[in-house]
């Protein structure tokens, strides 16, 4: 089955720009969405369609992806940013959804 | 606004059958849009379990499929969810959302569903 492939972990210090990628074979042909999932609570999303950021996310939030990897970057990583970011995309039927495995982010 | 709120039992026995239902609040479940249920085992990733268009039409995560049945009541606003022979490893935090992928999406708060004897 179809997968889409995120580092475990990614830390960066307060105000410094952190990059969580996504690898998967489909990412060419299909988009990424990206959702933010704080201890306890349920996912939010934070971009949507490659590079799309939703009302109220701010802007330090970006997307990006070239070939078979989709980039999420948060540019001055705020503490409150501290979550776990997941990846999601379809196969390339469109038919079938997949998360990434899930990247905590650290900031401190 | 729209709402979603998961309900069903909080135990399962094994090789039982999970059943949830999804309420829909603050709009129609017959509006052009994919509803969805999504797991989380306890400290882990979140899975797409599969959708349902208000016409019926499903989509299943291929891993699930032989077990998963998805399904929508029109009359009472909401979707359900059916998966059978469950194990422990069926043990997660179960969400009902409506369209994940979109900015215009909503989720539920979640409901967690313990499989043991």
């Known amino acids: 089955s179809y997968e889409l492939t995120q580092p475990p972990s990614v830390s960066v210090s307060p105000g410094q720009t952190a990059r969580i990628t996504c690898s998967g074979d489909?990412?060419?042909?299909?988009?990424p969405y990206w959702y933010q999932q704080k201890s306890g609570q349920a996912p939010v999303l934070v971009i949507y369609?490659?590079?799309k950021r939703p009302s109220g996310i701010p802007e330090r939030f970006s997307g990006s992806s070239s070939g078979t990897m989709a980039t999420l970057t948060i540019s001055g990583a705020q503490v409150e940013d501290e979550a776990d970011y997941y990846c999601?995309?379809?196969?390339?039927?469109?038919?079938?959804?997949?998360f990434g495995g899930g990247t905590k982010l650290t900031v401190l | 606004q729209v709402q979603l709120q998961e309900s069903g039992p909080g135990l399962v026995k094994p090789s039982g059958t999970l059943s949830l239902t999804c309420a829909v609040s603050?709009?129609?479940?017959?509006?052009?849009?994919?509803w969805s249920w999504v797991r989380q085992p306890p400290g882990k990733g979140l899975e797409w379990i599969g959708e349902?268009?208000?016409?019926?039409?499903?989509n299943y995560n291929p891993s699930l499929k032989s077990r998963v049945t998805i399904s929508v009541d029109k009359s009472k606003n909401q979707f359900s969810l059916k998966l059978s022979s469950v194990t422990a490893a069926d043990t997660a935090v179960y969400y009902c959302?409506?369209?994940?992928?979109?900015?215009?999406?909503?989720w539920g708060q979640g409901t967690l569903v313990t499989v043991s004897s």
């Open positions: 959302a409506k369209e994940i992928a979109a900015p215009s999406g909503y």
């Open positions: 603050g709009g129609s479940i017959s509006s052009s849009n994919w």
């Open positions: 349902i268009y208000h016409s019926g039409s499903t």
């Open positions: 489909a990412l060419p042909k299909k988009y």
């Open positions: 369609e490659d590079s």
């Open positions: 999601y995309s379809t196969d390339s039927s469109g038919n079938h959804w997949v």
